[in-house]
């Protein structure tokens, strides 16, 4: 069974722009969550998608946002982006809410210059 | 006050020695649940072991186990037989909550740096 997979792998943008990072969870998973990681604050929660609605967000301003798809797929979008964005982003899978285990993908490390 | 702590920045064991990872918690739910993740330099995040708040007997999997304390809210990894392979950053994690409300989410520690001494 395939794993959780994040496009693309790496992204560099300039302060301003925006950028849309993809996660298609494990076949079969239906919820997806988001986290930031940076060496400062370490890892942060963003936001949790189940069948297509967010359930649950973390505190970040709205620049960050994200939606669930029909097939689970999830996208995150980052507009006017800042230098304090650049981190690894992690996406997560779960069958559903109630099971215990996430997996995750390998995460999308996105720099701001 | 921090929800997840982990005392210890850096950790050094040698190979095919046992080692105790530590994780204190902080909550007032009586339903939630503690993870074990390892993250290694290529980023990926890799669940290793999971405890649920009313789980009686303390959790394992192959070389790990969770030393559950809940009195004390403690929740250390233990790591058998440690390998070289075991070097990484390890992460403790906890969902607070009943399953299915609005705290579905993962709280994590600062996480421990391991390393693995041949």
């Known amino acids: 069974k395939a794993g959780v997979t994040q496009t693309p792998r790496y992204l560099i943008k300039t302060r301003g722009q925006q950028v849309t990072l993809s996660c298609s969870p494990i076949?079969?998973?239906?919820?997806v969550s988001w986290y930031q990681q940076t060496p400062g604050q370490g890892l942060q929660f963003l936001f949790e998608?189940?069948?297509?609605?967010?359930?649950n967000k973390g505190n970040f301003p709205g620049r960050f946002s994200g939606r669930q798809f029909s097939n689970s797929r999830s996208e995150m979008n980052v507009s006017t982006l800042e230098l304090g964005d650049s981190a690894l982003y992690l996406c997560?899978?779960?069958?559903?809410?109630?099971?215990?285990?996430?997996?995750f993908g390998p995460g999308t490390r996105l720099t701001v210059t | 006050a921090q929800k997840i702590t982990q005392t210890q920045p850096g950790m050094f064991v040698q190979e095919k020695e046992a080692v105790t990872l530590d994780c204190t918690y902080d909550t007032s739910d009586q339903s939630y649940g503690l993870f074990w993740y390892k993250q290694p330099s290529s980023g990926e995040m890799i669940f290793l072991i999971y405890q649920g708040s009313y789980d009686e007997q303390n959790a394992t999997e192959g070389r790990y186990s969770l030393n559950f304390q809940k009195a004390r809210k403690s929740a250390n990894l233990v790591i058998s037989a440690s390998q070289l392979g075991d070097s990484a950053m390890y992460f403790c994690?906890?969902?607070?909550?009943?399953?299915?409300?609005?705290?579905?989410?993962?709280?994590f520690g600062k996480g421990t740096l391991l390393t693995v001494n041949p």
């Open positions: 994690a906890m969902r607070e909550g009943r399953s299915g409300g609005s705290n579905y989410k993962l709280t």
């Open positions: 076949s079969g998973h239906r919820s």
């Open positions: 998608y189940f069948s297509e609605t967010q359930r």
């Open positions: 997560a899978s779960s069958f559903d809410r109630l099971g215990y285990e996430q997996y």
